[in-house]
């Protein structure tokens, strides 16, 4: 008799629940399924502002469900919901991370983005945790703490830039090298140290502010892209992955980089997260760190240089973008001898794409890798640091004066 009762309380139980997801949908104005086919994905760039991939979609989970459902019940070719579906996806990724889709406005700047920034890459490392495959989450949510503390300086030091030590510090460089190796060594020099040292001084926080958008505009276009994948192959495997090819959402690459991901073999899974990364940076975010490159000229040339700089990745054994491929200039003296100037700063710019993959496919992926299939104990512990303690203890770009000044202070020059 109890079981019976108890079986016929759960009954009760879920009769109430569809009731009352059936009045929620009613009660906020979600029509059928019907009204949400064909929707172009206008807003799948976080640049055109908040919210999920069209703002005519609901963001409420449970809506969606039924939504999503209902077009596959009536067999509806993937490719017509597709907004749907990927709202759909987004809107359970962005809830497991614990952020809000509809308010989340990446324009607002960090300190209203702060706690976006922590649940994304807390998110990424807790994937990582759950499943040693997904390497590109680990590594994201590690290299997100050194992305994310640099953000924090951008916001909380707008005037950095314009301080006149930096600037000057850039022109005693410049004019180091062409002292030791002569005016025309000038032109060899990194395009954005260059215009640090023209046009330091007149960066304003307003210049700042519309850059450290941009670059929070990218940190939630790779969430929105990348971060459903993810959650649909947590949750139910690879099918779901194929309905997001089918619906048009990615290309076979991605779909067969998610199968070498799930294979189980150690390169497959390296090659797979390594198609995943490229598609990061190679496709999600590309034109946009050009966009912040090309921003007023000097500007955007002059604080790119600065975050490459600057940038102190957390990866164990990967070296910092500003000792990686550091500057090396040779020219010939009036009496025949050839005089090579090396400083310890970069000779390159992390906005450019071709120089941002070589850094990270012979630096990040392969160093990466080692940890998560050598020293797991030692990832592990370093993920399961609360994210704020993570985020904070990389505040690098305070540091710039500093790095300048030592870059002088090391500079060799080697006559031959």
């Known amino acids: 008799m109890a079981l019976n009762q108890t079986i016929r309380r759960a009954a009760i139980l879920v009769v109430a ?4 997801l059936s009045t929620f949908v009613a009660g906020h104005g979600v029509a059928n399924a019907e009204t949400y086919l064909d929707l172009p994905l206008v807003n799948r760039n976080a640049e055109h502002g908040p919210g999920g991939v069209n703002l005519s979609l609901p963001t409420d989970l449970g809506a969606l469900t039924v939504l999503v459902e209902d077009t596959r019940t009536a067999g509806i070719a993937p490719n017509r919901y597709a907004a749907l579906l990927f709202q759909y996806r987004l809107v359970a990724a962005t809830e497991a991370a614990g952020i809000d889709l509809a308010s989340w406005n990446p324009r607002d700047g960090v300190e209203a983005n702060r706690e976006n920034l922590v649940r994304s890459y807390r998110y990424y490392e807790d994937l990582q945790l759950a499943h ?13 703490a050194d992305f994310g503390g640099g953000l924090v300086d951008f916001e909380l030091t707008t005037t950095l830039y314009a301080l006149p030590s930096i600037q000057q510090s850039a022109q005693a460089i410049v004019k180091s090298m062409a002292d030791v190796a002569g005016p025309r060594a000038i032109g060899q020099l990194p395009e954005g140290l260059r215009a640090l040292a023209r046009s330091g001084s007149t960066i304003t926080a307003d210049d700042l502010h519309y850059i450290l958008e941009m670059i929070l505009v990218m940190q ?6 990348l971060m459903p994948m993810h959650q649909a192959y947590v949750t139910e495997g690879l099918p779901a992955l194929e309905e997001m090819r089918d619906a048009g959402l990615f290309g076979d690459d991605i779909m067969d980089a998610w199968r070498d991901i799930a ?3 150690s390169a497959r899974i390296t090659h797979g997260n390594g198609v995943l990364l490229q598609r990061e940076q190679g496709v999600v975010i590309k034109d946009q760190w050009d966009t912040v490159r090309a921003y007023k000229g000097d500007v955007g040339q002059a604080v790119t240089y600065v975050s490459t700089l600057a940038g102190s990745p957390s990866v164990a054994g990967v070296l910092p973008p500003r000792s990686f491929r550091p500057i090396e200039i040779s020219a010939s003296l009036p009496d025949g001898r050839t005089v090579t100037v090396t400083t310890p700063l970069p000779d390159w710019n992390w906005s450019v794409y071709d120089d941002r993959w070589d850094y990270i496919t012979t630096q990040l992926l392969p160093k990466y890798k080692v940890m998560v299939e050598d020293h797991w104990p030692i990832l592990e512990a370093e993920l399961l640091v609360p994210y704020d303690v993570q985020l904070e203890s990389h505040r690098p770009l305070r540091n710039v004066p500093q790095m300048l000044d030592s870059a002088l202070a090391n500079t060799k020059v080697v006559v031959t």
């Not at 629940?17 to 009352?20: D, F, G, I, K, L």
């Not at 939630?220 to 892209?225: A, C, E, G, R, V």
């Open 132 to 144: 040693r495959e997904l390497q590109w989450a680990g590594m994201g949510g590690q290299v997100g």
């Open 17 to 20: 629940a569809t009731v009352s």
């Open 263 to 265: 294979s189980g073999e």
């Open 220 to 225: 939630k276009n790779i969430f929105s892209d």
